[in-house]
Each structure stands twice: as structure tokens, then as C-alpha cells.
T-cell receptor, first 109, second 115 residues
Framework: RKEVEQDPGPFNVPEGATVAFNCTYSNSASQSFFWYRQDCRKEPKLLMS???SGNEDGRFTAQLNRASQYISLLIRDSKLSDSATYLCVVGTNAGKSTFGDGTTLTVKP | DAGVTQSPTHLIKTRGQQVTLRCSPK?????VSWYQQALGQGPQFIFQYYEEEERQRGNFPDRFSGHQFPNYSSELNVNALLLGDSALYLC??????????????FGSGTRLTVV
């Protein structure tokens, strides 16, 4: 079993749709949680951190459930420019961050 | 504000050869982590350097080694290259660890092809 698991998709949605991605992790000692976005053949870029209380950044909302070891990302009002691969990342205080294999999103006109 | 710079951007090597990849972290960052990303997969953690020492290591053989210099820049060395080492190698810089960790800034990567 992988340390961080994501539904690979692909998710194909129309513009304006709401889409949710899920991620589970196995290391209960994990302390840091992030979502990254990676465009084709580019480097990953930090999208947002994920906090236990949940956090929102514009159209993006991230949630963390420590008891279930589960992270989610919700994108509202999808734009064409949201098309990318979304990577779930879980880290420990020792400094190692583990990436999921990503979920691919395609937003269509 | 300079981001993370990696060199070279592309590299073709022959099986059995050795390669050195270089990374300069973002200004103000003191920690460098290296990741290997194969096509269709997420980045896999190779190791992390902080204060010129290897602090954490992933499941990579000893053929993979590294170094961090006093100016925080870092090198990744791979010996006895295998075809399976072909991948995008990403350098990620960050500031601090533990509670002070706020996520990585990645370089654009070095695409290594082993033939």
C-alpha cells in the first residue's frame, strides 16, 4: 500500500462545475499537509496548505480529517486554467514529504 | 527574488556512466530536498539536506548520493546509471523543518535520459 493514495482520475468536468479530490495517508505521525498543482511537463507548484480547521483560498477549499487520515480539495466554479494534475502531499516533522501520484483534472468549455 | 535554479535542464547519459545534477535554492531557504519523478507518477523522495548533512533518505540505493554546500546549494550524484534512472529530477527548497515548514519551492527540474 502506498503511503499517500489519490484517485488518479481523470476527472473531466465542464467549466463552472464543482469538483472534489480525495487523498488518504497511512502515516499517523504526519504533521504537514499540502496540495500542489503540476502542469504538463512542469514542476509542481504549491497550491495551498491544509489545516485541521479547514481553509479556503478563493475557489479552493481544503479539508483535513486526522482521525480518518483523509485530505480533500474542493474546486468551485472550475475554469479552463484549472486543468492540471493535483498532488496531495503529506509530511512529517522529520522533514520528509511524501507525494501522491496525483489526480488529473481537465476542464472543458 | 531568485527562485530555485537547476542545471542542466536536459541530459543524456549512457548506462553505467555517472551524473551530477546541481541546484541553487530560493533565496532565504536553507533546506534542499531531491525528488525523482517518473512519467505518470508523483515525485519520489530521494533525500534531504540541511546544514550540509543528509537528514532524511527515501528508498533509493547508495548509487544516489548528494552534498550540500555552505551557501545551501546542493548536488545530486548518481553512479552506475541504469535505464530505470531516466526521469525528471526535481530540487525542492524550503525553510526549516517541523513546525517551521511551509512547503516546497521547486526548480524546473533536470530531465535525465539514460540510453
Amino acid at each position: 500500500r502506498k503511503e499517500v493514495e489519490q484517485d488518479p482520475g481523470p476527472f473531466n468536468v465542464p467549466e463552472g462545475a464543482t469538483v472534489a479530490f480525495n487523498c488518504t495517508y497511512s502515516n499517523s505521525a504526519s504533521q504537514s499537509f499540502f496540495w500542489y498543482r503540476q502542469d504538463c511537463r512542469k514542476e509542481p507548484k504549491l497550491l495551498m496548505s491544509v489545516y485541521s480547521s479547514g481553509n479556503e483560498d478563493g475557489r479552493f477549499t481544503a479539508q483535513l480529517n486526522r482521525a480518518s487520515q483523509y485530505i480533500s480539495l474542493l474546486i468551485r466554479d472550475s475554469k479552463l486554467s484549472d486543468s492540471a494534475t493535483y498532488l496531495c502531499v503529506v509530511g512529517t516533522n522529520a522533514g520528509k514529504s511524501t507525494f501522491g501520484d496525483g489526480t488529473t483534472l481537465t476542464v472543458k468549455p | 527574488d531568485a527562485g530555485v535554479t537547476q542545471s542542466p535542464t536536459h541530459l543524456i547519459k549512457t548506462r553505467g556512466q555517472q551524473v551530477t545534477l546541481r541546484c541553487s535554492p530560493k533565496s532565504g531557504h536553507d533546506t534542499v530536498s531531491w525528488y525523482q519523478q517518473a512519467l505518470g507518477q508523483g515525485p519520489q523522495f530521494i533525500f534531504q539536506y540541511y546544514e550540509e548533512e543528509e537528514r532524511q533518505r527515501g528508498n533509493f540505493p547508495d548509487r544516489f548520493s548528494g552534498h550540500q554546500f555552505p551557501n545551501y546549494s546542493s548536488e545530486l550524484n548518481v553512479n552506475a546509471l541504469l535505464l530505470g534512472d531516466s526521469a525528471l529530477y526535481l530540487c525542492a527548497s524550503s525553510l526549516g523543518q517541523g513546525a517551521r515548514f511551509y512547503g516546497y519551492t521547486f526548480g524546473s527540474g533536470t530531465r535525465l535520459t539514460v540510453v
